[in-house]
């Protein structure tokens, strides 16, 4: 029994209901893929693959508009699989129960996969819809976005002809996007020297907890506490006012993830301990000063703890809290163009001691402008440069630069005030999309995104905005017919 018929626009609904079905986590698009090479099939239109996974289906111009530039439309084929805990669900053959509620179209206990399944059905829409007269337009269907755009970064640049590319896996109507960040890693490995506890002292440990943390591009800006700088400037300053020795700190945990949690254990001589307590209760005044309604759950604790074997020496000790204290964590810079964007940023992301006398620190660095982003990533490198660590750096992936004078962007802008009688926003995110890796391989393409509203993505509550799909709908149909002639 089909759910969403009935919905309009029809076409679009119809394929978002037959996707439904189909299986498509990361890296297991194989069914998704055979679904649309078939779909290509059954309608006549061209379509090829490559070894990445991607794959093309091609409509040609229509009569007399082969003059018409060819224009792309992108989207992903892989899904986030998420599902609520008491919710059966096999991922690799369960359909997706899609339900409307109150306007909204949403799953029965797992994510809906309208990211981007709504892309995909548009594509489709547009292959086979016979009113449309354009010029040659190419639907590009990368695989894996969703865990490592291995498929964007493995496109050949000579797998599609067009040089106006539409993204269609953005989850909010009325912004267009016309930018991101590309980002890289900048990874510092050091040994410590250690020894051994000196007598009368005793151990404590210390913990910082209950922060926001955040994704480190979206929420960068957002001034969060960074649970590792906070514990540095703890330990810096036990250290030079009580003489504390440090066994061990670790803190944070995902890349791109700002840390929300640290932990060290030290050691202090007995009689200090008294001190070094109350200490601890006035960090927690100063933080709660500094942070106020932003960080409402942040608490540093600290308690006795068994005596560490060996401590870190006193030049290992101040060299690792010294670059710590130097190293940027935030904003570096904001955009010139476009009104609160971030341009390039670094995230302090996580410290883990390993081993007798290892400490591995990972810092990410985000900018949407390539030089920007390289010269972020030196800036923290020199910062551990004096320790005598290791300093690598991840491959990292491009960003798209904004073009605020981009052809598609004009023709996307009167599309939309002339169908909506208003102007829609333009934005550029502070995180990475597969469209800075197509920028970078395809020069001089001019893109754009856009999308309907889609909420909750990656999470059971993902639902997409009925109302929206049709915005979504016309704005496409009418930048499609508004494509300008080749030059
Ligand atoms: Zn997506």
Known sequence: MSVLSGLNPAPIWIYFEEICKIPRLSKNEGKIRNYLLDFALRNNLGSKEDSAGNILIVRPASKGYENISTLVLQSHMDMVGEKNADHPHNWSADPIMPVLDNGWVKASGT??????????????????DSDLKA????????VDEESGMTGALNLKPDFF??????????????????GCAGGIDTICEMKFKSLPVPDGLTALAIS??????GHSGDEIHKGYGNAIKLMNRILLDLSRKFDTLLSIFDGGNLRNAIPRESFAVIVVKKGLKNDVTDRIAAFQKEFEAEFGEVEKELKVTIKENDLPAVVMDRDSHSMLLDSLDRCPHGVIAWSK????????????????????DDIKIVTTQRSS???SKYSAAVLVESCFETTGATISHSEGYPGWKPDLNSGILKITVESYRRLFGKLPEVKAIHAGLECGLIYEKFKGIDMISFGPTIRGAHTPEEKIEVR???MFWDLLIDVIRNTPAKH
């Open 161 to 178: 002809e067009g040089r106006i590319l539409i993204n269609l896996d953005s989850e909010d109507e009325g912004i267009l996007f016309i």
């Open 468 to 470: 929206t799909v049709q």
């Open 111 to 128: 994510t809906l996969g309208a990211d981007d399944g709504v892309g995909i059905a548009a594509q489709m829409a547009v292959l086979t």
């Open 369 to 371: 402008v390539e030089s």
């Open 337 to 356: 163009d476009i009104e609160d964007l971030v341009e390039t940023s670094t995230n302090l992301a996580s410290i883990r001691f390993a081993g007798d």
């Open 135 to 142: 010029g040659k337009i190419e639907c590009l269907f990368t």
């Open 208 to 213: 910082v907890t209950g922060l926001r943390g």
